[in-house]
């Protein structure tokens, strides 16, 4: 969402990656999320056109929400807040179009992304590990992180990550799961799990390892 082209392209470029024997993929992102509200309010503006792009005004929006829009305190159009993210409510219809603008920004991101890589290296893989806490991880949704399906169509494979699956089988169910739903997102291609842990502490718990 914050591409530097040039940047990439001298990286391509002058690291020669293209020519690396080792190399069979590039992994673009790593648990890429947008962030919690304060981080998105940067996508403010992109959100108000997409709602004239997709409905032809604000307004006509609302009316097929049968909910208000979110403002600011200065009367401009913003996003869900966090607790509109992570739970249901009148504003359910909302966060869905605004889940699904942001599917549509994040897969102009990828697009651009991939392009260029292209331009340079026609060879190698594309990906990108998505699964910011592991994918699916509840706890997690307030950082937004990028649906499996965002982007699913300018990528060579689909990759989900898991952390911390374990204990009874239904933990290993929502990993079939997660499988399954890859392969949709990205029409059959081909699913890489790039990313699978677990924490060596008992509880769970972060540690300093020089304690």
Known sequence: LAFQPEAARQALVESKLYR?????????????????YAAR????AQWELWLAEQYGAV?????????????????????????????????????????RFMDDTISRGYGRVCRLIRSVDPSHLIGARSGYGGTGGAGVDVQMPFDLIAGAVHLDYIS????????????????GFTTAYA???????????????????ADGASRDLND
């Open 20 to 36: 690396h024997p080792d190399i069979w993929t590039y992994d673009i992102a790593w648990e890429p999320h947008v962030g919690n």
């Open 41 to 44: 309010r940067s996508l403010d």
């Open 59 to 99: 307004e006509a929006a609302e009316a097929d929400w049968s909910f208000l829009a979110p403002r600011t305190a200065e009367g401009a159009v913003t996003g869900p807040s966090d607790e509109q993210i992570t739970t249901d409510g009148e504003w359910t219809r909302m966060v869905a179009a605004y889940r």
């Open 160 to 175: 989900p990550e898991a952390y911390n699956l374990s204990g009874d089988w239904s933990d290993f169910h929502s990993g």
């Open 183 to 201: 392969r949709w997102a990205g029409n059959g291609k081909p699913v890489f799990w790039a990313e699978y842990g677990y924490t060596v502490f």
